[in-house]
Each structure stands twice: as structure tokens, then as C-alpha cells.
């Protein structure tokens, strides 16, 4: 499948995806763990990540590429990996994702502030949890220095006069 969007290094995407007939990819703290823990091993300098939130079933990136190819690596080690760890996990076979990751490209900066908000806001939008209470998202990182181990690192860009 060709994708219409081409990443140029530099700019800024973002990057979303969810679970085949929209169906749970994350079903408990293992799973977000290991999603994220397989983020910050298969990201070898490729993107730097602006923001994320990573729900029930779906997840949302705002990332800028570092390198050229680096998205799509990233995002193709990401999805065989995880989807071959939940498949075992949960004795399941298939794909996992809808489809291939869906990508936009950020064109300014008021649109990549527009989309840290609703990123952060995809929490309470399906009623999960407070945007602050929420610990599968950058929103956090953003009010402390502090990046946990269940947390995918973020670049240093501060937004949180505009959450």
C-alpha cells in the first residue's frame, strides 16, 4: 500500500492508530507497559515525541521525524512487536490494527497546539480518567521533570500554558 503522505525529517506528524473493529489493544497496566517499553527500545533516535495518550483502544503520537525513514520504522517495528506479544499473550492470531498507522502532517504551529490539547483531551473525551489522573499520556510530563518509567519520553517542548 502506498501512503499519500511523505514524512519529511524535520517536520512534525500525527500519528494515530486503532484496534481492528475498534477493539481493546491495551487490556490492562502489562499491556501499556509493554507498548511503551517497545516505543522507547524501537525508537533509536528515529522521531521525537511532542505528546501521546495511549487509550483502551487506540493511540494518538504528535512526533517530529529525526531521521529520514525514521516514522515509518518506528511505526512498523512497533506494530509487529506489540501485535506479536498481544497475539501470544492473548492466544489470538491476526492483525491487531485496523489498518496501516494513519498519519497527518503538522503544518503550523497553531495546529500542532490544537493537537496537543486534543490529545491530551482523548482521555475524558471517552471517559477513562481526568487528563491529570491519567498515566498512559505525556499530559504529566508536562508539569514535571519527572518521566517515570511507564511514560515514553518527550521531547522538551513545554505547552502546559495551553492544556
Do not use: P
Not at 31 to 50: A, E, G, H, P, T
Request: proline content about 0%; overall charge positive.
Amino acid at each position: 500500500m502506498s501512503r499519500k503522505i511523505k514524512f519529511i525529517t524535520g517536520e512534525y506528524y500525527h500519528i494515530y492508530n486503532r484496534g481492528v473493529d475498534k477493539r481493546q489493544i491495551f487490556t490492562n497496566n502489562g499491556d501499556y507497559m509493554r507498548f511503551i517499553n517497545c516505543v522507547n527500545k524501537f525508537n533509536q533516535d528515529l522521531v521525537s515525541f511532542v505528546t501521546y495518550n495511549l487509550v483502551n483502544n487506540h493511540y494518538h503520537f504528535a512526533l517530529k521525524q529525526l531521521k529520514d525513514g525514521g516514522i515509518t520504522k518506528l511505526m512498523h517495528k512497533l506494530g509487529i512487536g506489540y501485535t506479536l506479544y498481544f497475539n501470544k499473550k492473548y492466544h489470538r492470531s491476526g492483525s491487531l490494527f485496523e489498518s496501516v498507522f494513519k498519519a497527518i502532517h503538522i503544518d503550523s504551529e497553531d495546529y500542532l497546539l490544537f493537537l496537543c490539547k486534543y490529545i491530551h483531551n482523548n482521555t475524558e473525551k471517552h471517559g477513562l480518567a481526568k487528563n491529570k489522573n491519567w498515566v498512559w499520556s505525556s499530559y504529566s510530563q508536562y508539569f514535571s521533570n519527572d518521566s517515570g518509567q511507564h511514560t515514553i519520553k518527550v521531547s522538551s517542548l513545554r505547552l502546559k500554558n495551553l492544556l
